[in-house]
């Protein structure tokens, strides 16, 4: 079974910044695309940003230039680097792997608020 365990959210003032990790119980090679998503009170979950086997980033266009997704494959962890951050982003953010099955952590809440 594939455990994704993300961590690095909470309370950040509207521009602040955040980096959010997740560790994957097995190596990330293993998985086609890795990602994450977020998904406020309310609305439906959505897709952040992604990142390939190979590298190529993909990212929504509301967090480009903002966002940042990385994968450091010896520490089987993937990030998600985040600036200017607004308080609309406020919303659990989920880890997300894929090879077929998507498997996804438990969510770490992210507050953006003064």
């Known amino acids: 079974q594939v455990q994704l365990v993300e961590s690095g959210g909470g309370l950040v003032q509207p521009g602040g910044s955040l980096r959010l990790s997740c560790v994957v119980s097995?190596?990330?090679?293993?998985?086609?695309?890795m990602a994450w998503y977020r998904q406020a009170p309310g609305k439906q979950r959505e897709l952040v940003a992604l990142?390939?086997?190979?590298?190529?980033?993909t990212y929504a266009d509301s967090v480009k230039g903002r966002f940042t997704i990385s994968r450091d494959n010896a520490k089987n962890t993937v990030y998600l680097q985040m600036s200017s951050l607004k308080p609309e982003e406020t919303a659990v953010y989920y880890c997300?792997?894929?090879?077929?099955?998507?498997?996804w952590g438990q969510g770490t809440q992210v507050t953006v608020s003064s």
């Open positions: 997300n792997a894929r090879v077929g099955t998507y498997y």
């Open positions: 097995r190596s990330i090679f293993s998985f086609n695309d």
């Open positions: 990142i390939t086997s190979g590298g190529t980033q």
